[in-house]
């Protein structure tokens, strides 16, 4: 199995052992990447995991495992949890603070963690400070991916994913090879259910009401790191590294 299919597996279940190898040992990076839904997060998730040897926990990468997997294995919390996501509405607090706690080997991994997609309310954001000081751990920094919407409602509309890696590609500023065809696998792309107009729509008021006054709370809490998204993947990238660097040792 591929490291990354490793890691989908991992995610999948809290069981599962973590397959992320530590790049950087002796040093861990505990962060929270946020933004509009389609800014960029999980682009940018899998570059900084590559760089700094850090595990990621996407909660959207997790509900969308759950729907691949029989109803019968799945607690009826979770059922529920799939029509909101499909409908593009958050997923009720009390089920992702669950499925987090479930997962919480991965705030103590001693290779740090990315969190993608969590928190994404306020009752979310407490959840997580109670679970790190329950475990002694701090962040060390909250990326706030910043993009016009319209630039945002583009990159949603022009995603493809990879049905059995995940990958993901956009129809023009990253077009596989092959139309339809994943590069990484050669599995087949798909739209993503919450993709479509109708559910874009519900995403981005969802993130206005619930998820925006995070960058507040966190701006007091001073984690704070606001990083231009604006431009192409790599690009991105160097302004996270860029703003780290002004904070950090990376
Ligand atoms: P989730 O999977 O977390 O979705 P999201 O936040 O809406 O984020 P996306 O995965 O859509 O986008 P992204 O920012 O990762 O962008 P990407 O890198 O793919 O959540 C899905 C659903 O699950 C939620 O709606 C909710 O129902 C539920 N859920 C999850 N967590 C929850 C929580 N904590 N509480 C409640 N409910 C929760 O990029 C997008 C596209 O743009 C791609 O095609 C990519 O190739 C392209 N692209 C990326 N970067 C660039 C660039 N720099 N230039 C040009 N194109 C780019």
């Not at 009720?92 to 990315?114: A, H, S, W, Y």
Request: hydrophobic fraction near 35%; aromatic fraction near 6%; proline fraction near 5%.
């Amino acid at each position: 199995m591929s490291e990354k299919n490793e890691r989908a597996a991992w995610i999948g279940g809290p069981k599962m052992q973590c397959a992320t190898k530590a790049a950087n040992p002796g040093r861990s990076f505990r962060m929270v990447l946020l933004g509009a839904p389609g800014v960029g997060k999980g682009t940018q998730a899998e570059m900084l995991c590559e760089r700094l040897g850090t595990c990621q926990l996407s909660t959207g990468d997790v509900f969308r495992a759950a729907k691949c997997m029989d109803e019968s294995q799945l607690s009826p919390a979770m059922v529920h949890a799939l029509g909101y996501m499909q409908r593009g509405e958050l997923v009720p607090d009390d089920t992702v603070i669950d499925m987090v706690k479930e997962r919480i080997g991965c705030l103590k991994c001693q290779n740090g963690f990315l969190l993608d997609g969590f928190p994404r309310t306020a009752s979310q954001a407490g959840a997580l400070d109670q679970m790190l000081a329950s475990l002694g751990l701090k962040l060390d920094a909250v990326l706030n991916f910043e993009l016009p919407l319209e630039q945002v409602v583009e990159r949603l509309g022009g995603r493809r994913t990879c049905q059995s890696c995940k990958t993901t590609f956009h129809v023009v500023s990253k077009p596989p090879q092959v139309d339809g065809i994943c590069d990484r696998c050669g599995g087949t792309l798909y739209t993503r259910e919450d993709d479509r107009p109708e559910s874009i729509r519900v995403r981005l008021q969802a993130y206005e009401d619930s998820t925006k006054p995070l960058v507040e709370y966190y701006a007091k809490a001073g984690t704070l790191v606001s990083v231009s998204a604006d431009g192409a993947p790599g690009k991105v990238f160097e302004n996270c590294m860029e703003e780290l660097r002004k904070r950090m040792d990376v």
